[in-house]
């Protein structure tokens, strides 16, 4: 599903990743730890083609992501992965149901078709009242399920969180380690995540710690 081969990133003379290999399965969940600083966002980015790694590969269902232009892989970054950020990146002048169909209307889609999409996800996750509200409307849960359920309107491969948990309280982290669950059960999602979280960690089927640049 995922295989990164010897990834390194510089920011100038700071070399943040120092060669980083790491395979992924479909269906795995895969916590990413370590301490400020180590690398792990930024390599979650590469992974999420975010960003270009300064040298190394990353295969996604086989493909070398970063033989591709960027228009091309911007296409291919819409298709095939879903991301969940720790503060939401919702747009506060659209409505909930407008944030989760904004996937679809990059890629041009029929507004019937997605917004279809995009109600059953929402009533899915819990939020079939809460469609048209605002994300000031709405608590940290909810937005965090909004987000989630934009990360899964392409039907994405793969779902990239980035402490997912870090603007929540205790039940709804709870909530939202019982969301990435779900989402792997009924979507049969391939999630990535970098956490602070022990808790979060500790539910995903397999925990990789960054030190400076490289896993333990």
Known sequence: MIEVKNIHKSFDDLEVLKGVNLKVQKGEIVAIVGKSGAGKTTLLQIIGTLDRPTQGQVFIEGTDVFTMKDK???AFRNRHIGFIFQFHQLLPEFTALENVCIPAMIAREKEAEYKKRAEQLLTDLGLKDRMNHKPNELSGGEKQRVAAARALMMSPDIILADEPTGSLDT??????????LQLRKEYNQTILLVTHDKELAQMADRVIEIVDGVIK
């Open 171 to 180: 039940q709804n982290k709870k909530e939202l380690s019982e969301l990435l």
């Open 72 to 74: 091309e892989l911007a």
